[in-house]
């Protein structure tokens, strides 16, 4: 089945700077990756998704990067804000489009802290 | 409203005694999935199923039996409930086509003592 590997666990940046995080995937046949967000106490929510016919997404201070290659993709939050204080989870699956029947394997978590 | 629905949203229980999770999702989803969420392992699949009466196993399955009868309906049953199952329990459901976002329900956290 598929592996998912997320770093850092924690992060910590100052407002206003960048924030990265990191997550590799073992199953070649897996291709959707969408990433969550959890703040405190409530239910994770989609943020940001690709799929594997595309490299890099965006949508307004969120990014999301894919190298198929390596297996591996990013997340990419400029210009940070308190609100964007949360746990962020990254997940991949080849059960979408046909590619295979497993469920959604989630990383571990990122607790993104923001500095004012 | 779209959304997914759990019940209870918390519930303290004794070794042993047998309990249903509820879960409803009113978006005509095909696929359905629990989660289990403990500090440091992030969310792992319990069970999911693809559509009505197709179930199968995720990563944590022991313990746990699933049904699915209805396409709204994914109740998450304990036969026999153990201290280690306490945890934050979750329910999902996604189209299988078209936009596949997962929608989270509000969580039930089970305590077995």
């Known amino acids: 089945g598929e592996n998912v590997e997320q770093h850092p666990s924690t992060l910590s940046v100052q407002e206003g700077d960048s924030a990265v995080i990191k997550c590799t995937y073992s199953?070649?046949?897996?291709?959707?990756f969408p990433w969550y967000k959890q703040e405190l106490g409530k239910r994770p929510q989609l943020i940001i998704d690709?799929?594997?016919?595309?490299g890099e997404k965006k949508d307004q201070r969120i990014a999301v990067t894919l190298n198929k290659t390596a297996k591996h993709f990013s997340l990419h939050i400029t210009e940070t804000q308190p609100e964007d204080s949360a746990v962020y989870f990254c997940?991949?699956?080849?059960?979408?489009?046909?590619?295979?029947?497993?469920?959604?394997?989630f990383g571990k978590g990122t607790h993104l802290i923001i500095q004012p | 409203e779209a959304q997914v629905t759990q019940n209870p949203r918390y519930l303290i229980t004794v070794t042993g005694k047998k309990l249903t999770v509820t879960c409803s999702q009113n978006?005509?989803?095909?696929?359905m999935s629990w989660y289990r969420q403990d500090p440091g392992l992030g969310l792992r699949q319990i069970y999911y199923?693809?559509?009505?009466?197709?179930?199968d196993k995720g990563d944590v399955p022991e313990g746990y039996k699933v049904s699915r009868k209805e396409k709204r309906n994914f109740p998450l049953i304990l036969e026999s409930p153990s201290p280690n199952q306490t945890s934050l329990y979750f329910c999902?459901?996604?189209?299988?086509?078209?936009?596949?976002?997962?929608?989270f329900g509000p969580g039930t956290r089970l305590t077995v003592t």
């Open positions: 690709i799929r594997s016919n595309v």
């Open positions: 199953d070649s046949a897996s291709n959707y």
């Open positions: 199923s693809m559509n009505v009466e197709v179930t």
């Open positions: 978006m005509n989803h095909e696929y």
């Open positions: 999902a459901s996604s189209s299988l086509s078209g936009a596949n976002e997962q929608y």
């Open positions: 997940a991949a699956t080849p059960m979408y489009s046909g590619g295979g029947a497993d469920g959604l394997t």
